[in-house]
Nanobody
Framework: QVQLVESGGGLVQAGGSLRLSCAAS???????MGWFRQAPGKEREFVAA????????KYADSVKGRFTASRDKLKNTVYLQMNSLKPQDTAVYYC?????????????????WGQGTQVTVSS
């Protein structure tokens, strides 16, 4: 079992920054981690992914260059540094964990989800 707890959300003005944290517990070895978000009335959207062991990252085009995913293996925690925030970034952000569909990499099935943390960006 994997437990994920997000924190760090809040209210910021456009152009500001926030850092989200995701504390993971349980057996997360070989799991990829990521971040999704969902705004009111909109579908869930992929934000970022990070390989737990290798530190490789992927980003949605909408956040590329502004958001940075990172990890701290010692603390078993992943982060999402969000800079130059825009009102369009307002959403509930979820930390996720899963394993690749195929051995060795590729698409990931995110089977574990945190409870979410609210990020609100005012204009």
């Amino acid at each position: 079992q994997v437990q994920l707890v997000e924190s760090g959300g809040g209210l910021v003005q456009a152009g500001g920054s926030l850092r989200l944290s995701c504390a993971a517990s349980g057996r997360t070895f070989s799991y990829d981690m990521g971040w999704f978000r969902q705004a009111p009335g909109k579908e869930r959207e992929f934000v970022a992914a990070i390989n737990w062991d290798g530190g490789r990252t992927k980003y949605a085009d909408s956040v590329k260059g502004r958001f940075t995913a990172s990890r701290d293996k010692l603390k078993n925690t992943v982060y999402l540094q969000m800079n130059s925030l825009k009102p369009q970034d307002t959403a509930v952000y979820y930390c996720v964990a899963g394993r690749p569909v195929f051995p060795g990499g590729g698409p990931v099935e995110y089977n574990y989800w945190g409870q979410g943390t609210q990020v609100t960006v005012s204009s």
